[in-house]
């Protein structure tokens, strides 16, 4: 049954609206989670793969340990996977709530382009940044020790860059959105552009292993993020006008 979101709905149909809208979500996440596990040895191999080169397997050190490491990745491959029935859920909740199509827009940039734009940076993040962060910080056992590395701390370790810079890459979508809504426009960030550049290394430095290669690595990309943005706030001013 559809349910209905006006504004003839008191506060109480309101909380119940979204009591429904959550319960939908999270049973996507958990079906979708469960299709996860099915393939999760797939997912393991995949994830284990830059480690593999120093380490032949990660180690557990608590009986524990492997299934939370298995149940980590499922629900966390269940989650993204489940992003578009969520996106969906929050549509219909906001949506009549939403009075020009300038905000309609503004919601729909922001929701649809941030799973393509989080994904993207994902993969940049695990196959760019986690190898070299690796060789880096190994480099420093100069073949007098030998690496023994946990499940647990070693999916800590890349979850870091996976979820940062799969937020990261979201500049142009947020960029997209504030410019819908008419809070920000292309020139405004193209003032910005030096402190956007100083930033993008600013922040390079911080999430990668201080050598200047990784850095240059992380922070171009980031500069590029943010002139797709102004292209962006740029070409939705002109179908606004």
């Not at 490491?69 to 989650?79: E, H, P, R």
């Not at 219909?92 to 020009?100: D, H, Q």
């Not at 070299?132 to 030998?146: Q, V, W």
């Amino acid at each position: 049954m559809e349910r209905l979101n006006d504004d003839s709905q008191g506060p109480l149909d309101h909380l119940e609206e979204l009591r429904f809208r959550i319960i939908i979500t999270l049973a996507g996440w958990i079906i979708l989670t469960a299709l996860s596990y099915t393939f999760s040895g797939r997912l393991l191999d995949i994830i284990t793969g830059p480690l593999a080169k120093y380490q032949e397997k990660p180690y557990f050190t608590h009986p524990v340990e492997p299934f939370m490491a298995v149940f980590k990745i499922s629900a966390l491959m269940g989650a993204f996977l489940n992003i578009p029935n969520t996106l969906i859920q929050v549509w219909k909740f906001v949506s009549p709530a939403l009075e020009s199509d300038k905000e309609r827009r503004a919601f729909l940039y922001l929701s649809w382009g941030f799973p393509v734009f989080f994904a993207l940076g994902a993969l940049f993040g695990f196959y760019v940044i986690v190898p070299l962060g690796l060789r880096f910080l190994f480099a420093f056992s100069r073949g007098e020790m030998a690496p023994l590395i946990s499940m647990s701390s070693y999916l800590n370790f890349i979850l870091v860059f996976i979820l940062g810079l799969g937020l990261v890459f979201n500049l142009p979508v947020i960029s997209s959105g504030l410019a819908s809504a008419g809070i920000i426009n292309s020139g405004m960030m193209r003032a910005g552009r030096r402190y956007a550049i100083l930033f993008s290394f600013i922040l390079a430095a911080f999430i990668t292993p201080p050598d200047v290669v990784s850095q240059i690595l992380v922070s171009i990309p980031l500069i590029l993020l943010y002139e797709i943005s102004i292209l962006l706030c740029s070409l939705i001013q002109s179908l606004n006008k």
